[in-house]
């Protein structure tokens, strides 16, 4: 009896410990940070337990709300290249320096991007000039990055492989070098792909994971897709009507009959980008050193030490057609909630301050979307278009936060 009460008291205290650890959020979620009597909530390292997931099956499986995601891939799922994929994924030796993962800029508890920084911080500290996307249903991109210049997977990885400012490796070989040197990943290619690793293997192996990072079946998608008429409050019903009534949300984040991807995979000036370029920086700048410490830096003495801030004119860097200057690729949506700060600059914190700028009708200029214009919604309906955003988030999302808790951090050579 004693034994059977001790196994099921350490039982109980496992399951706790998951629970505890599978938090979706910045390890310290600094809320009141901004206040003298600040107190940390900062969970420890120990209670990241995580439990390694059947991702081929989650990939495979049908998910309320999406399509198969096979029909947006060009090559079929596969358990040993997705493993394979996880563990590069999570490898700080794929940059220069050996401290650099994917995982570092694409954090998992924190939505697969990163909700503390606008905009991540890469190679030795170097600036980055946009704000990293989510990587949850990156599958079901047609495009890539926010201004669209990549539309394939396996392609991309070479971009933040070999960015500079990412993670700076000096070439392709060099990274292919790096890996060769690993007895397991050695092993892991001739078994996934009968290859050593090459540039077109590794991308694809990353490829493999990443779009298996599926996450839908939100509560939304319950309500809407599934008929379950209890998913959804009054408030977050009143919402979604005016997403796709009166603020005119769904005419660039589509929610079609069968499913919902919450973009039209186009790109759009919605002003974001005008006004950042545009709007001169103010002459001091606040920077919280302490809670409740602020401190005013004079911005002359910040250019001193720090780099300048990127000129970025959006779809225009890629085409070269000044109709296209500050276009953006519209995100999807799906896990809003978890992806805080918002924009491909980040510059808003809140979904309240993303509905609020809709709400005045963007920023005006000449290259303005025809489709952006003053919805004077009042304070409750903007709420309520805020509530119904924050629907979106999938019950899938602790499963593949407690697979990635679970992933080996590749940082010896074995
Ligand atoms: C230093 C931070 C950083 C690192 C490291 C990094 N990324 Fe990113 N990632 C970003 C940023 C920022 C963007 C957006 C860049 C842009 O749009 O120009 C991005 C974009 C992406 C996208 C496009 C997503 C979309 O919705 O269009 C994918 C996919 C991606 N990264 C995967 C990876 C993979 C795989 C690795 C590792 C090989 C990696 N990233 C490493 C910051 C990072
Ligand atoms: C004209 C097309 C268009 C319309 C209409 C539109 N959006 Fe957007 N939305 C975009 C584009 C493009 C972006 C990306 C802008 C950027 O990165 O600077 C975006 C970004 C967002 C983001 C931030 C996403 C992220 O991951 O950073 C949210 C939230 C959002 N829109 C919600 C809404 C809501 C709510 C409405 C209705 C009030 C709406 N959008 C109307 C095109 C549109």
């Known amino acids: 009896m004693k034994q059977l009460s001790l196994a099921l008291c350490i039982v109980l205290m496992h399951t706790t410990v998951l629970a505890q650890s599978i938090r979706v959020a910045?390890?310290?979620?600094?809320?009141?940070?901004?206040?003298?009597?600040?107190?940390?909530?900062?969970?420890?390292?120990?209670?990241?337990?995580?439990?390694?997931?059947?991702?081929?099956?989650?990939?495979?499986?049908s998910h309320l709300g999406l399509p198969p995601v096979q029909s947006f891939q060009p090559f079929a799922l596969e358990a040993a290249q997705i493993e394979l994929g996880r563990r590069l994924f999570f490898d700080?030796?794929?940059?220069?320096?050996?401290?650099?993962?994917?995982?570092?800029?694409?954090?998992?508890?924190?939505?697969?991007?990163?909700?503390?920084?606008?905009?991540?911080?890469?190679?030795?500290?170097?600036?980055?000039?946009?704000?990293?996307?989510?990587?949850?249903?990156?599958?079901?991109?047609?495009?890539?990055?926010?201004?669209?210049?990549?539309?394939?997977?396996?392609?991309?990885?070479?971009?933040?492989?070999?960015?500079?400012?990412?993670m700076n490796n000096p070439s392709v070989g060099s990274v292919l070098n790096q890996i060769q040197q690993d007895t397991t990943y050695r092993k892991l290619f001739a078994q996934s792909f009968s290859e050593p690793p090459n540039m077109l293997n590794v991308g694809q192996a990353l490829a493999q994971f990443q779009s298996s990072l599926i996450a839908a079946n939100s509560r939304f998608d319950q309500w809407y897709f599934g008929d379950n008429k209890a998913a959804l409050s009054a408030e977050e019903v009143t919402g979604f009507k005016l997403f796709t009534g009166a603020g005119g949300c769904s005419n660039c984040h589509k929610i079609e009959e069968q499913t919902a991807l919450f973009t039209d995979q186009q790109l759009h000036n919605t002003g974001v980008g005008y006004e950042f370029s545009m709007r001169p920086s103010s002459a001091k700048l606040t920077v919280q050193l302490a809670p409740g410490i602020e401190a005013q830096v004079d911005q002359?003495?910040?250019?001193?030490?720090?780099?300048?801030?990127?000129?970025?004119?959006g779809r225009y860097e890629v085409t070269l057609q000044p109709e296209d200057r500050w276009k953006f690729r519209t995100p999807s949506l799906r896990n809003i909630a978890l992806t805080a700060p918002y924009m491909h600059n980040g510059e808003f914190l809140t979904l309240e301050d993303v509905v609020q700028f809709y709400n005045e009708g963007g920023i005006p200029h000449e290259l303005l979307s025809p489709m952006m214009r003053p919805l004077e919604l009042s304070s409750d309906e903007q709420a309520a278009l805020v509530a119904f955003l924050n629907t979106l988030t999938s019950d899938d999302v602790a499963l593949l936060v407690a697979d990635a808790f679970a992933a080996p951090i590749g940082d010896q050579t074995e």
């Open 26 to 61: 910045p390890g310290d979620s600094r809320e009141g940070y901004n206040s003298g009597n600040y107190v940390t909530d900062s969970i420890s390292l120990e209670l990241r337990q995580g439990k390694a997931a059947d991702l081929l099956s989650h990939a495979r499986k």
């Open 92 to 166: 700080r030796r794929l940059s220069r320096n050996k401290t650099m993962s994917c995982a570092m800029c694409h954090i998992p508890e924190q939505g697969f991007t990163s909700n503390e920084v606008k905009r991540p911080i890469g190679f030795e500290g170097r600036a980055i000039k946009r704000n990293a996307p989510t990587l949850l249903n990156v599958a079901y991109m047609q495009t890539l990055f926010h201004d669209a210049r990549e539309d394939n997977l396996a392609q991309q990885v070479w971009s933040p492989l070999l960015a500079a400012n990412e």
């Open 300 to 313: 002359t003495t910040v250019a001193q030490v720090g780099e300048a801030k990127a000129n970025d004119v």
